[in-house]
């Protein structure tokens, strides 16, 4: 296990209330308790192909997204993307019938784990290729400026979240973005999960400077390095980011440290990783942290959590219930949606 | 529009449509205040900005990227391959997300754009700059492919493809652009699903598009004279094919000869040919023949680069053999 880095921690982190502390739990506990149910089910042979989970890692998405505008910012995500998918308001019904290929699915079963998408909630997809949803969030963003600059459409100032992982950053396409997002000042953050780890390559195998966050000041553009297992220091950094987006200030790069509790996907057999490197990061487990904050600070009660896990678990089983008994996708519609004038 | 030469009908056809519609916007290296590296946007960033006429910094895959993220959120962009050589580095984004995302988001997103740009061997130009990437396209699902040949052509096309809700790759050829030609006054679109019959015949159908178009032409000349009577379609549209037309043409003529300028493996008139022989095998008298590049890297010497793509002449001694011996 090489030296890790010194976990950054903020001056300060904006309060929540109970309400907002609450949406937070149960998002993160929907994506753990969705994540965990997909492997049970995977290893039931209901679902195929790759599926990456996303446990140990949901203080990011849960931080980022909660902090955006549920169906008018954009958010854009890679092959990891169920727990992003949940976090902008995509059914889990829609995205569990989607693992299981079925016509109810989100991308009505022709896209699968990695290509996940829901234009109603602004979700621009899953992008099963390194780098590759980068460029498209750019788009999105120089979007919203255009509309706003040439179209005269004032509404139009959605901010745009870009999610990628550490591996992801020695590839050409996130240089590329990074310049002409700071070029043209587009409304996008650029979030790093830094998990430590590309399937079986070290970070600091791979890259020359592993703090991702300083790879941003050669673009003149804020960079910020953030615990990716605390929340509200990820919601904190991400408000400022936004705010900055939103009134035409530009982009920002953000690193959240985090740490993936599974393999790489459900089929990596995880031999790389050392046991004192997963047990270090396990005992920071971010929605346990949560909890604990929410406990300490008198926000909640314990009793109100586990109703949430209660509830949430009731949603992930309707959600197999449902995938389980949604059709499969018509053979007669093998060609459906090739061009645009299939509806 | 009196007489235009070619690259000028291109500009009318962006410039008609960003005037139509503010969504359309065009993007790529030296697009705006360079004016395009064959003027095809001349002084267009002059007309509407610095945003709609959008000068990217030299990263393909990316901006190709932005445009499909631009194109899903309800923008029409028009990307211009400096060279569609260079698209090359953009096949990630034009194969993946461009092709496929509409397919694989489960009609979730529409991706509205065009990818235009000068290929095709031009001049001594050496091999990374005379490429056709046709070929290399055709094989990616969701992809139009239309291949334009005359100003008139040229003009209506685009529009077209501007308005497509589909991405459109448009193959413009480096020789071409300079071409003239009197255009109508009034507005006009030209459908690019359709094949254009450039000449009426009846012994042999010769399918082409792009430069090639002229150099059959030029074929024809010698051949009419001879007492040959061939007809010449251009293809137009690279994929879909018009079968219709392709159709019609071989119930009447029952020989084919196919004149490209993609290398032979795996281009375009392969798999025109293998179609051909898929829908129409009762119809031929003779194997379909195929003129094609020579499957190598386009020299830099000029008598090198001219034995490479295919003469007038090959296209005469073609005609001439197929149907004087009766195959
Ligand atoms: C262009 C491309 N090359 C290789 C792969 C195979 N691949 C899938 S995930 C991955 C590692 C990515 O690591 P990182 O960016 O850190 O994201 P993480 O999986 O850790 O979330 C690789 C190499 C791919 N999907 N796309
Ligand atoms: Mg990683």
Redesign the pocket.
């Known amino acids: 296990m090489i030296q890790e880095r010194t976990i950054p921690t903020l001056p300060s982190v904006n309060s929540i209330t109970r309400d907002e502390g609450l949406l937070l739990y149960e998002d993160m506990v929907l994506g753990r308790t969705f994540e965990d149910k997909c492997a049970e089910m995977y290893y039931r042979g209901k679902m195929f192909g790759f599926v ?1 989970l996303y446990n140990g890692q949901e203080a990011v998405s849960t931080g980022v997204i909660g902090a955006m505008r549920p169906g008018n910012d954009y958010v854009c995500s ?3 993307d169920h727990v992003h998918a949940l976090s902008v308001g995509v059914p889990a019904r829609e995205v569990m019938a989607e693992l299981f290929g079925k016509a109810t699915g989100c991308s009505k079963g022709r896209g699968g784990s990695m290509h996940l998408f829901s234009a109603k909630h602004h979700l621009l997809g899953g992008y ?5 949803g980068i460029p498209v969030a750019l788009g999105a963003a120089f979007q919203s400026k255009y509309r706003r600059e040439v179209m005269g459409d004032e509404t139009a100032n959605q901010v745009t979240a870009a999610f ?6 020695n ?1 050409g396409q996130f240089f590329e973005c990074l310049n002409m997002a700071a070029l043209w000042k587009l409304p996008i953050i650029f979030v790093v ?3 430590k ?3 079986g ?1 070290a ?1 600091e195998r791979a890259t020359s400077q592993p703090e991702i966050f300083k790879k941003a000041s050669v673009f003149d553009m804020p960079g910020v390095e953030v615990d990716g297992m605390d929340v509200l220091a990820v919601r904190t950094v991400a408000q400022a980011a936004i705010a900055r987006a939103r009134a035409g200030e530009g982009p920002t790069l953000i690193e959240c440290l985090t740490y ?1 509790f599974r393999g ?1 996907s459900l089929a990596d057999p995880d031999e790389l990783r050392s046991k004192a490197e997963k047990e270090a990061w396990l005992a920071r487990d971010p929605v346990k942290k949560l909890a604990t904050y929410l406990l300490d600070k008198q926000l909640v009660e314990a009793g109100e959590l586990k109703a949430i896990d209660r509830r949430i678990q009731e949603v992930v089983d309707d959600a197999i219930k449902f995938a389980q008994e949604s059709p499969e996708p018509d053979p007669s519609e093998l060609y459906r949606f090739v061009f645009a004038e299939d509806e | 529009m009196a007489e235009t030469l070619l690259f000028n009908a291109l500009r009318a056809a962006i410039d008609e449509e960003m005037a139509r519609d503010p969504s359309v916007f065009v993007l790529g290296e030296d697009v705006g205040h360079y004016g395009g590296s064959y003027k095809v946007t001349r002084e267009l960033y002059k007309k509407y900005g610095d945003l709609r006429v959008l000068d990217t910094p030299i990263a393909e895959n990316s901006f190709t990227g932005m445009a499909v993220g631009a194109a899903m959120t309800g923008l029409r962009p028009i990307i211009e391959g400096m060279n569609m050589g260079f698209l090359l580095l953009a096949f ?1 984004q034009i194969a993946n997300n461009a092709g496929m995302l509409r397919y694989t988001s489960g009609g979730n997103y529409k991706i509205p754009m065009v990818i235009r740009g000068p290929g095709g061997v031009g001049r001594q130009l050496g091999a990374e700059h005379s490429q056709r990437l046709e070929a290399y396209f055709q094989g990616v699902p969701g992809l139009k492919l239309v291949a334009c040949s005359t100003p008139y052509n040229a003009k209506g096309l685009l529009k077209s493809a501007i308005r497509d809700d589909n991405p459109v790759l448009f193959f413009e050829h480096v020789l071409l652009y300079n071409l003239k030609e009197d255009l109508p006054e009034e507005e006009y679109l030209l459908p690019l699903d359709k094949a254009e019959l450039v000449r009426k015949g009846g012994d042999v159908t010769i399918l082409t598009y792009s430069r090639m178009r002229h150099h059959c032409i030029t074929a024809v000349k010698t051949l009419v004279q001879q007492g040959y009577d061939p007809e010449v379609i251009d293809l137009i549209s690279l994929k879909p094919l018009d079968f219709e037309t392709i159709g019609e043409s071989i119930r009447k003529t029952h020989r084919v000869i196919v004149v490209e300028e993609c290398m032979k493996s795996g281009g375009i008139g392969a798999e025109l040919t293998a179609s051909i022989n898929d829908r129409l095998f009762d119809e031929l008298d003779a194997p379909v023949l195929r003129l094609a590049s020579q499957d190598i890297p386009t020299p830099y010497n000029g008598t090198l680069e001219n034995l490479t793509i295919v003469q007038p002449q090959q296209i005469v001694e073609a005609v001439q053999k197929m149907i004087s011996l009766g195959v």
């Not at chain 1, 990628?164 to 950053?169: A, C, H, K, R, V």
């Open positions: 990456h890679t092959y990891r099963a290729f390194i780098g590759e990628f992982g550490d591996g992801t950053t590839n999960e830094n998990n780890w590309a399937i390559m970070h993936r790489h | 990630n």
